[in-house]
Nanobody
């Protein structure tokens, strides 16, 4: 089992920055894919950014150039640096960790989510 705890959300004005953190504990040795997802009110959850154990990174188009995903393996922590925030970035952001083998998800874990609100 893996436990994920997010922190760093809050209220920020448009154009501002926030850094989200996701601390992982438990049997993290099996995890080979991490990501940040978000869900705005009335909308489906979407993948914001992903990073694999090999360092492959991906972003949804709407955050490219503004958000940066990174991880500190020694601290078992995943980060999302969010710059130039826009009101449309307002959502609950959740950390995700997966164990993927041959393209199939064997284990899938979620954090509790942290609210990010961007005012105009």
């Amino acid at each position: 089992q893996v436990q994920l705890v997010e922190s760093g959300g809050g209220l920020v004005q448009a154009g501002g920055s926030l850094r989200l953190s996701c601390a992982a504990s438990g049997s993290t040795f099996s995890i080979n894919a991490f990501g940040w997802h978000r869900q705005a009110p009335g909308k489906q959850r979407e993948v914001v950014a992903t990073i694999s154990s090999g360092g492959t990174i991906g972003y949804v188009d709407s955050v490219k150039g503004r958000f940066t995903i990174s991880r500190d393996n020694a601290k078992h922590t995943l980060y999302l640096q969010m710059n130039s925030l826009k009101p449309e970035d307002t959502a609950v952001y959740s950390c995700n960790a997966k164990f993927v083998v041959d393209g199939r998800v064997r284990e899938n874990y979620w954090g509790q989510g942290t609210q990010v609100t961007v005012s105009s």
